[in-house]
């Protein structure tokens, strides 16, 4: 076999694989949003105010959000008019376009690593999010790339925080710079970068403190954090990613949106998609933020963090339908 077509067959089974692992995390969401309409389409004999209301209640139970809903809706009314359609399931392939439409601004953007030199990714999120293992992951897949990385203990404010982090740097063989608790995380950061800087460190991970029954002093703390980088490396962080918890739905959202613009967030990590039937809080998020989804947490191994991919989510979602229509066609 010829190098090149076993390169392409690598690669074909590569995204194979990060399909199916979409396909495996996103399986509660597919049974309570996409099964769900999909019996919509089939049960409903015709397109009344009933089949309207029972469709917009499944995408709003499945967090999609009330206003992106309506838009839908409207947007459905508005095509059933226009052509005339009178069957249901003939409006199942333009929701799915629709959906699929509202996710794609989303493509592939990856992270912004440093032109040269040291590369700092700063991690916000309230407690229990999911930060620590993002991180861990994350320092797993750089390594695994042949990347030098190092992380920060930032959070010297939760008991357990610096110890927790230090058990993924093990796990992973990665180094890991701490102060005691208690200690001011912005000096925790200021010798995590001297430190990378002399170690020739590629990527430098920052876990960061995330108490929002205290915001005005977390966003004091996350401002000095941001001060303390930006001396010693004018154009870090390179990125600053929330890090949200899908199984949140709607209060994931509200987070957001208290952490607001005044963090100088760069995307959103959004974890254990696959612990929710309530997947459509992607689409809630795309909508209603102007942030991109960097990363998804499908599971909680090492390698359950995958790039979002909006045409891998998509068609993972609505494999079933696309293989119906081929089906049908
Ligand atoms: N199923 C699933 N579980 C996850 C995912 N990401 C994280 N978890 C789990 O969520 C729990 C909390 O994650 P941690 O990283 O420990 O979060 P934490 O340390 O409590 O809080 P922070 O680090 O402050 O965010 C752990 O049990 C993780 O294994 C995911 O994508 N899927």
Redesign the pocket.
Known sequence: MSFFKRLRESISSKAEAVTNKFKEGLAKTRSAFIDRMDDLFRRRKKIDEEFYEELEEIMIGADVGVNTVMELIDGLRAEVKKRRIEDPQELQPILSERLIELLRGDEKVGLRYADSGLTVILFV?V????????IGKLAHQMKSEGKKVLLAAG?TF?AG?IE?LEMWGQRVGVDVIKQSAGSDPAAVMYDAIQAAKSRGVDVLLCDTA?RLQNKVNLMEELHKIYRVIRREIPDAPHEALL?LDATMGQNALQQAKLFGDKTGLTGLVL?????TAKGGIVVAIRQELDLPVKFV????KMD?LQPFDSEQFVNALFTKWASAEAEKA
């Open positions: 999120g407690n229990g999010v999911g930060k620590t293992t993002t959070d939760r925080a927790q995330g890090v974890t254990k998609l696959d612990g947490g499908l599971g909680e359950d």
